[in-house]
């Protein structure tokens, strides 16, 4: 009937102190993983897979007519990777 187990209260304990632990190592190392997700950040930006903030304030100005050049562009390297990997695995059967 009890709700509060032994089980449940280790459990509870070794939660915060988890929580404290890890809280205080961001603390201490905060300037290396604010650089490490910076870096990751410019890296997908460079890849063009998330949007810089000046990017999604500007993203409201776009035309349609844009975006169906950026569309047509996208299929046109989708067809192209498409080629090269059925080439390289026609390639690979002919071996």
Known sequence: MAFFTKGI???F???IAAGVI?????????GQIESGLGSLRNRFAANGL?????SA????SVTLEELE?????LE???ADQQAKAGAASSG????
Not at 50 to 54: A, G, N, R, T
């Open 9 to 11: 209260v280790i459990s």
């Open 69 to 73: 050049k950026q569309k047509e562009h």
């Open 76 to 78: 046109d390297l989708i």
């Open 22 to 30: 890890g809280s205080r190592l961001y603390e201490s190392h905060k």
């Open 92 to 95: 690979a059967a002919a071996s």
């Open 13 to 15: 304990v070794a939660g």
């Open 50 to 54: 998330v949007e810089d903030s000046d």
């Open 57 to 60: 304030a500007e993203e409201d």
